[in-house]
C-alpha cells in the first residue's frame, strides 16, 4: 500500500496535467460534438497509458460512451464515471489558486475519472496483479438522467460482482455514499389558445397561467418529513406580450426516500388535470433512477473502504444524500454499489465548482486498494 500511495504523491503533477486536459475539453450533455471531442481525450490518455483504447459506443443524440476493459478474471469490477458536464460551453473556465483547482465538470465528476485511469495505471506500472476483470465505463449523459446509458450500465451490472462509482464524496466530510434518493424527471406541454391580448382577451385560454396554478400545486407536494421533494427547474412559453400565449412546458424533477412514494407521485403527476377549460396537459418523461437503499452488502463494502482508508491515514465516514447517480442503477440490481470514490472539493453544479489538490494521492490510493482487495 505505501508503494501505492508513493507512486501517486510522485505522480501528482501529471495527474493534475490529465485533469486539466479533460476539464479543458469542455462537455454539456446536450452537445455532442463536444461531448464525443471530450471522449477523444480519454480515448487518448487510455492508449498513451494501456497502450489500447476503450470500445467505443456510438450514439445518435448524445456522445459516445466508452468501455474500457482492464485486467483478466471470472469475476468482474465495474467502475462507473461519466465526462459530460451541466455547464454550458464558455460558463467557466479552468484555473488555479492555490490548493483549489476550479473548473466546469472538475469535480463532478472529470477528476474523478482520471483519477480511476491512475489508479489502474498505478497496477499496470507497479506490476500489481488484481483479483478481477475490470470494466470501466465512461458515459456521456448522466447529468440528463441517462438516456441512452441506462442499458448499458445496467447491462454491465448483471455480469459484475460490484460496482464503484466515482461521484465526489460528501462536501465538508468528504463521506462515501451508501444511500441515495430516488429521481423522477417529467416535462409537462400545456396547449391553450391563443388570441390579441387588447382586443379579444376573453377568447384566449392562457397556457402560461394554467402553468402557473400547475407549478403551484406541484411544488404543494414536497414533503421534507418525508424526504420528498418536487422542484419546478424550467418555464418556457409564450413569445409576445400583446398575444396571449397557447403554448408553456414546465420541467420537473422529482426526489424521494422510498420506491412507494416515487411511484405515487408518478401516478399524480401523469393524472394532472387542467385548471382552465380548454386547456390540453401532455405529460412526457417519468421515474429515472430508483432509490439506492443502504444494505447489507453495500455496508460490508464501505466497512472494507474504511479500513482500507484508515491505513492511509484517513478516517472514513458514510451518508445518504439527496442527489442521484448510476449508483441508483447498479444498486437496484443487487449489486453491491459504493459512491462518492472520486475527487474532493466543493461546488457541484455551482459557479465555484472546484476539487482540492492535496487530496488526489489520497483518495486515488483509496480507488486502487479497494479495487485490490475486492
Known amino acids: 500500500m505505501d508503494q501505492i500511495k508513493e507512486y501517486l504523491v510522485r505522480h501528482q503533477e501529471q495527474i493534475k496535467k490529465d485533469i486539466q486536459y479533460l476539464v479543458e475539453a469542455e462537455s454539456p450533455s446536450n452537445e455532442k460534438r463536444l461531448t464525443d471531442a471530450c471522449g477523444r481525450r480519454i480515448q487518448q490518455l487510455l492508449d498513451r497509458y494501456f497502450g489500447y483504447k476503450a470500445k467505443e459506443i456510438k450514439e445518435e443524440k448524445y456522445g459516445n460512451h466508452l468501455r474500457f476493459e482492464y485486467g483478466k478474471g471470472k469475476e468482474t469490477i465495474l467502475l462507473l464515471s461519466h465526462f459530460d458536464t451541466v455547464w454550458n460551453k464558455g ?9 483549489k483547482i476550479y473548473g466546469p465538470g472538475i469535480l463532478d465528476m472529470k477528476a474523478g475519472l482520471i483519477q480511476a485511469i491512475w489508479a489502474l495505471k498505478v497496477c499496470e506500472d507497479l506490476r500489481i496483479p488484481l483479483n478481477k ?37 460528501v462536501v465538508g466530510t468528504g463521506a462515501l455514499k451508501t444511500g441515495r434518493k ?10 391553450g389558445k391563443a388570441s390579441h391580448a387588447g382586443n379579444n382577451h376573453k377568447e384566449g385560454i392562457s397556457a402560461i397561467k394554467e402553468a402557473a396554478e400547475q407549478i403551484v400545486f406541484l411544488e404543494s407536494l414536497t414533503d421534507y418529513k418525508k424526504g420528498t421533494t418536487i422542484n419546478v427547474g424550467s418555464v418556457k412559453g409564450g413569445g409576445k406580450l400583446n398575444v396571449v400565449p397557447d403554448s408553456a412546458t414546465i420541467g ?35 421515474m429515472n433512477r430508483p432509490p439506492m437503499n443502504r444494505n447489507k452488502e453495500s455496508i460490508k463494502l ?28 447498479t444498486a437496484n440490481m443487487g449489486v453491491p454499489t459504493l459512491d462518492g470514490l472520486g475527487a474532493v472539493g466543493r461546488g457541484i453544479h455551482a459557479k465555484n465548482e472546484h476539487i482540492l489538490a492535496s487530496e488526489i494521492p489520497n483518495r486515488t490510493a483509496l480507488l486502487c486498494t479497494l479495487i485490490l482487495n475486492l
Open 133 to 169: 476483470k475490470i470494466v470501466f465505463l465512461c458515459t456521456s449523459d448522466e447529468e440528463v438522467g441517462s438516456p441512452s446509458s441506462k442499458h448499458l450500465i445496467e447491462k454491465e451490472a448483471k455480469g459484475s460482482e460490484y460496482a464503484l462509482v466515482l461521484e465526489p464524496p
Open 91 to 99: 460558463s467557466l473556465s479552468y484555473r488555479v489558486d492555490g490548493n
Open 302 to 329: 464501505f466497512r472494507l473502504a474504511k479500513r482500507l482508508a484508515k491505513d492511509l491515514g484517513m478516517d472514513l465516514e458514510e451518508a445518504y444524500v439527496g442527489g442521484g447517480s448510476d449508483g441508483n442503477l
Open 182 to 191: 430516488g429521481s423522477s424527471r417529467y416535462f409537462i406541454d400545456i396547449k
Open 252 to 286: 420537473v424533477n422529482v426526489r424521494v426516500r422510498t420506491i412507494d412514494e416515487q411511484k405515487r407521485l408518478d401516478n399524480i403527476i401523469k393524472s394532472l388535470a387542467p385548471h382552465q377549460e380548454g386547456i390540453t396537459i401532455k405529460v412526457r418523461g417519468g
